[in-house]
């Protein structure tokens, strides 16, 4: 992005074993890169692909490569990873067709090595792959799946579905993070995270992401132990912390003192207001909101709706029979149904946090009767 270049997704039909620049602009993804395939699989499938032109679909490519090169392991990590996407956009359909599309390719096998009474090889291609009717997966599905296959996001980012909503108590983005006296609040995706062991006991470094920047914080055992349900890889987290210069590296030092998961923070939701532009159903929002109904809970929140038809709106509010709790699968359903711009919620942020450790101050004993330093909760 920073040089202004496109790389295309990977592709079974256009795709090399290593990645290939296909004009001064625009990179195609090497097959080879993606988890679980290898190069000898890679160069099966170009073989073949040049051997008798295109693949045209699943079954197609599964008749054609060696499957014994090209394993079920192989394919599913292909088709995670996009490379089937110009022959069928829905990744989840075409995965859970795999096992019948290698069931007919091996049928058509022993029918072609089966003679008939008359010597004549007996017909085929004749078999035909019903694709399974599944949902598409939504973009996080779509997204964790890219990154088992790749090892990172290609097509988007999760934390843009979030996005909308966390920067409402989240100002600052992780590219914008500067060091500061004062604590600073921070957002984004759990990358990856590795626990050591320190002279302070347990210690876990995180990576955070929000599509704008990576940061390394670290998390002392004190915030760990209370908090290491919250820390989920790939998915939102919260942090509260110090940032400073890092004297050994150059780079920035945070210190985490607090954090929050996703589920909790839903937990301070205080009001979802839903956009129906066309898509109105009452049964289908009876289904999807009476699994989540708390009515009488304290963190439950009111229900808006935004009606449109076309010609004017109404904004109608739910009766408290149908508060809710808003939980990740509630909104899943709603962002898969609605889209996830169509789904509003307004947070109370005020108690959010509990307030950050008092800066402590101390004397500097240099000797030469320096001015005061500063160090937070019990960071020495």
Not at 355 to 367: A, I, T
Request: aromatic fraction near 6%; charge should be neutral.
């Amino acid at each position: 992005k920073a040089n202004k270049l496109n790389v295309l997704a990977p592709d079974i039909n256009t795709g090399a074993y290593r990645f290939v620049a296909t004009d001064r602009k625009t990179i195609q993804y090497g097959l080879g890169a993606v988890k679980g395939t290898g190069h000898g699989a890679i160069e099966n499938i170009v073989t073949a692909r040049a051997a008798k032109g295109l693949y045209v679909d699943l079954l197609d490519f599964v008749k054609r490569v060696d499957r014994h090169t090209v394993n079920r392991r192989a394919m599913e990590a292909l088709i995670r990873a996009g490379a089937f996407d110009l022959l069928d956009a829905n990744r989840a359909s075409v995965l859970a067709s795999l096992p019948q599309a290698v069931e007919l390719a091996d049928k058509a096998d022993r029918d072609a090595q089966q003679e008939n009474l008359f010597g004549d090889a007996t017909a085929g291609g004749l078999e035909v792959l019903m694709p399974s009717k599944v949902a598409m997966w939504s973009d996080r599905e779509r997204l964790k799946n890219e990154k088992l296959a790749l090892g990172f996001y290609l097509s988007g980012h999760p934390f843009t579905s979030y996005e909308r909503e966390i920067r409402q108590f989240v100002k600052t983005r992780m590219v914008d993070v500067q060091p500061k006296d004062e604590p600073v609040l921070m957002a984004g995706i759990l990358v990856s995270q590795r626990v050591r062991n320190g002279k302070r006991g347990r210690m876990c470094i995180i990576t955070l992401d929000d599509g704008t920047a990576r940061i390394e914080a670290v998390v002392y055992n004190e915030v760990f132990d209370k908090k290491r349900a919250v820390m989920i890889d790939d998915q939102p987290l919260i942090i509260r912390g110090t940032v400073s210069i890092d004297d050994f590296s150059g780079g920035m030092r945070v210190i985490v003192d607090e954090m929050l998961g996703i589920e909790d923070a839903c937990k301070h939701v205080r009001s979802m207001t839903l956009s129906m532009n066309g898509q109105a159903d009452s049964g289908k929002l009876r289904q999807i909101l009476s699994p989540h109904l708390a009515v009488n809970q304290l963190n439950s929140c009111v229900v808006n709706i935004r009606y449109t038809n076309g010609v004017g709106e109404v904004p109608i509010t739910l009766p408290d029979k149908w508060r809710v709790c808003v939980t990740d699968p509630l909104l899943e359903d709603l962002y898969t149904w609605l889209n996830a711009s169509n789904v509003d919620l307004e947070y109370e942020t005020t108690n959010m946090l509990p307030p950050p450790p008092p800066v402590r101050r101390y004397r500097s004993s240099n000797g030469n009767g320096g001015g005061y330093q500063a160090f937070q909760g019990g960071d020495y």
